[in-house]
């Protein structure tokens, strides 16, 4: 069923490739301050799925709504309520990190001066990297300049494919802390992980996808005591191994 008041609403998404079928009627949703965490076996589907939320990929069936608008039919004002994390970041070769987030700001008509721009600089351990390119970080260094550009217009929905990839112990850390604030704040967020006790330090809820289709929709501890049948305490990795291998 979906949430009225959602910020997300995924219903019967399906999404086929000539005659693959990568995603199969998912249908789920994500309120406002909501940590969901969409995880799977390796090919199950997630990646796709996130990518036809953001409007990467255009579903084959069924729709996406960010924030009440059509991520196909309402394309720039869904997209300008949320903010996309792919697993590899996408950067500008010859822009330095400041030109980067100015560029964005410039796009999203949101202010651009260094009074906006400092403070994501100092949150992301990117201000002694300003004036630098691409090809002058690391890969951690990367995906916070990514994760910066998609924190500036302060959108509403969040999706993370893979957040953590590359970060030092103490970037890791500090990613957290800027994903719970902001959630905290109101943002709906997804998050996609392979890390699964990372999944249940962050996130309300768990959705698993196999072979493309939705297995499980629930609250985390709900779900632990469903498939442990309360006999005993399970981690979300021991649930997601018994479920995913039960045939069904």
């Known amino acids: 069923m979906v949430l009225a008041m959602a910020s997300i609403e995924v219903v019967n998404l399906t999404k086929s490739y000539d005659s693959f079928v990568a995603v199969r009627g998912i249908s789920f949703s994500v ?12 090919g199950a589907g997630k990646t796709t799925t996130l990518r036809a939320m953001a409007g990467v990929h255009r579903p084959t069936d069924g729709y996406v709504r960010i924030c009440g ?11 300008q309520q949320l903010a996309f994390f792919p697993d590899e970041p996408r950067l500008f070769d010859y822009l330095t990190v ?46 916070k300049l990514m994760i910066a550009c998609g924190f500036l217009h302060q959108p509403s929905v969040l999706i993370f494919d893979e957040p953590l990839t590359g970060l030092d112990p103490l970037g890791i850390r500090r990613m957290k802390e800027s994903i719970v604030r902001r959630s905290k704040e109101g943002a709906a967020v997804i998050l996609s992980s392979h890390l699964l006790h990372l999944v249940e330090e ?47």
């Open 98 to 143: 400041e030109e980067h987030l100015q560029f964005i700001a410039g796009i999203y008509k949101v202010p651009g001066d260094r009074a906006h721009i400092d403070p994501l600089l100092e949150e992301m351990e990117l201000t002694d990297k300003r004036a630098a390119i691409p090809s002058e970080l690391s890969r951690g260094m990367k995906q």
């Open 202 to 248: 962050l996130c309300d809820t768990v959705a698993i996808i196999r072979a493309g289709a939705l297995i499980a929709h629930e609250k985390i501890d709900d779900l632990k005591w469903k498939i442990a049948q309360g006999k005993s305490e399970l981690s979300l990795e021991e649930a997601f191994l018994r479920i995913t291998a039960d045939p069904q």
């Open 31 to 42: 309120a406002p301050g909501e940590v969901l965490g969409l995880v799977g076996p390796n």
């Open 69 to 79: 608008k059509d991520i196909v039919e309402e394309p720039v004002e869904a997209k």
